[in-house]
C-alpha cells in the first residue's frame, strides 16, 4: 500500500472513529464519561476521553500530597505491594513536568527542554536510579486522575514497580483552568 493510501485509510478510520463517538455522545447525553482509545500513537499512547458537561463544570479540587501518597499506597496494598514515601525532591520533579505542561497545554513525558524523568528527578536533587513518571490532564481530582492510571496498562505498570520506594505529585492549573497532574515514583 502506497503511502498516500496509508495516509487515506488512517483518514478514514478516523472520521468513522469521531463520528461514532460524537453519535454515542449524543445518544446518551447523561454519560459522565466515555474513554476512546487512539487509533494513531505516534508518542507510544494516548486515550481521548469524552465527559459530561457536569463534569466539565466542577472545579478542579486542590492537591493534598499526603491523601495522594495515601491513596496510592492503599492500592498498592491492595496488589500486594508495601508503601511508599513521600519525597520533596521528587514533588519538585513532578511540579517541573506539570508547570512545563500547563505552559503549553499538552501532556507528554519529555520535558519543555527534552528532559526525562530521571534528568528533572536528578535535576530536583534526587539520584535517582528508577523514575517512573505518569500524567494526566483534565481530571477535576487527583483521585479521578488516579482512577484514570490504574485503568491504563502503562500507568497501573508504574503505580505497582515493585522496586520504587518514593513517590512526588503536583498538579498545576494553565491559564483557561485545565488541571495537569503527574506523579514521579523512584528509586535512589
Known amino acids: ?41 505516534p508518542f507510544g499512547g494516548c486515550s481521548v476521553t469524552l465527559v459530561s458537561p457536569e463534569y466539565a463544570a466542577k472545579p478542579v479540587q486542590p492537591l493534598d500530597p499526603e491523601a495522594a501518597l495515601t491513596a496510592i499506597n492503599a492500592y498498592r496494598a491492595e496488589n500486594g505491594l508495601g508503601p511508599l514515601v513521600l519525597d520533596a525532591r521528587l514533588s519538585r520533579a513532578a511540579a517541573m513536568q506539570s508547570e ?16 526525562t524523568p530521571k534528568e528533572r528527578a536528578r535535576r530536583a536533587g534526587y ?15 487527583f483521585g479521578d486522575a488516579l482512577r484514570f492510571w490504574k485503568e491504563s496498562s502503562g500507568h497501573r505498570t508504574n503505580l505497582l514497580r515493585p522496586n520504587v520506594t518514593a513517590a512526588g505529585v503536583a498538579m498545576v492549573k494553565n491559564k483557561n483552568g485545565r488541571a495537569y497532574w503527574t506523579l514521579v515514583l523512584g528509586a535512589e
Do not use: F, Y
Open 1 to 41: 500500500m502506497s503511502l498516500n493510501n496509508k495516509a487515506a485509510a488512517r483518514r478514514g478510520m478516523m472520521r468513522r472513529s469521531i463520528v461514532t463517538a460524537v453519535l454515542m455522545l449524543l445518544a446518551t447525553p447523561a454519560i459522565a464519561e466515555m474513554r476512546i482509545p487512539c487509533l494513531w500513537k
Open 127 to 141: 539520584p535517582a536510579k528508577i523514575a517512573s513518571e505518569n500524567v494526566a490532564a483534565g481530571h477535576k481530582s
Open 100 to 115: 512545563a505542561q500547563a505552559g503549553r497545554s499538552w501532556i507528554g513525558h519529555t520535558g519543555s527542554d527534552g528532559s
